[in-house]
């Protein structure tokens, strides 16, 4: 299934220059991990607080994009600088399902937004990346399929809020868009488990 995780590479290969800065400076991976979540954090409080005007919205892709960087450099550092550690793969997976709550559940304060839609979608979101990660105790691999992963959720919801935050997109339209994510999310978890039983089974 088609993910804009396929991308991860390239984008890797982007940042490996500014990773290379970081470590250098002593700066570790768990610490980019926590500085995500942090900003994710302190974005979705933004949305919340300030829900009935548009502008935090118009900031939702920009916040995405540190955050998926944020993410990837995490990533490098833990593998090319070892790095990796137990306590930092706890901080990887539970900062992913808390970053995604912070950042979505928000729209559920939105006006005229039917708020089980974003609350929905956050629940499928979360159960996928437990699916994702059982793939590992039945003897896959961590499974990343689509077609609604973390980077997809990220593209979807960061133009949501652009669109939204915009004026371009009436609510009606945005409830029409959560409830495709809806099914997507639940799509993207039975691929997951599919993907896992294939692979011990070839």
């Given at each position: 299934?088609?993910?804009?995780?396929?991308?991860?590479?390239?984008?890797?290969?982007?940042?490996?220059?500014?990773?290379?800065?970081?470590?250098?400076?002593?700066?570790?991976?768990?610490?980019?991990?926590?500085?995500?979540?942090?900003?994710?954090?302190?974005?979705?409080?933004?949305?919340?607080?300030?829900?009935?005007?548009?502008?935090?919205?118009?900031?939702?892709?920009?916040?995405?994009?540190?955050?998926?960087?944020?993410?990837?450099?995490?990533?490098?550092?833990?593998?090319?600088?070892?790095?990796?550690s137990p306590l930092g793969a706890i901080l990887n997976e539970l900062g992913d399902v808390?970053?995604?709550?912070?950042?979505?559940?928000?729209?559920?304060?939105?006006?005229?937004?039917?708020?089980?839609?974003?609350?929905?979608i956050v629940l499928l979101a979360v159960i996928g990346e437990m699916m994702g990660v059982?793939?590992?105790?039945?003897?896959?691999?961590?499974?990343?399929?689509?077609?609604?992963?973390?980077?997809?959720?990220?593209?979807?919801?960061?133009?949501?809020?652009?669109?939204?935050?915009?004026?371009?997109?009436?609510?009606?339209?945005?409830?029409?868009?959560?409830?495709?994510?809806?099914?997507?999310?639940?799509?993207?978890?039975?691929?997951?488990?599919?993907?896992?039983?294939?692979?011990?089974?070839?």
């Open positions: 299934m088609i993910s804009i995780y396929q991308l991860k590479p390239y984008f890797q290969s982007v940042l490996r220059p500014l990773t290379r800065s970081l470590a250098a400076m002593g700066i570790t991976a768990n610490q980019v991990t926590v500085s995500a979540i942090l900003l994710s954090l302190l974005s979705g409080m933004t949305i919340v607080v300030w829900s009935s005007q548009g502008w935090p919205l118009l900031l939702l892709p920009v916040v995405l994009l540190m955050r998926m960087a944020l993410n990837a450099i995490d990533g490098l550092l833990a593998r090319e600088y070892h790095m990796q808390i970053s995604d709550a912070a950042l979505y559940l928000p729209f559920a304060w939105l006006p005229a937004i039917y708020a089980p839609l974003p609350v929905l059982v793939g590992i105790q039945i003897g896959a691999s961590r499974r990343y399929d689509g077609p609604l992963g973390k980077s997809d959720r990220a593209l979807a919801f960061g133009l949501l809020g652009l669109l939204l935050g915009s004026g371009v997109l009436p609510s009606i339209g945005c409830n029409v868009v959560l409830s495709i994510l809806v099914l997507l999310a639940a799509w993207t978890i039975v691929n997951r488990a599919r993907g896992a039983l294939l692979e011990i089974k070839s």
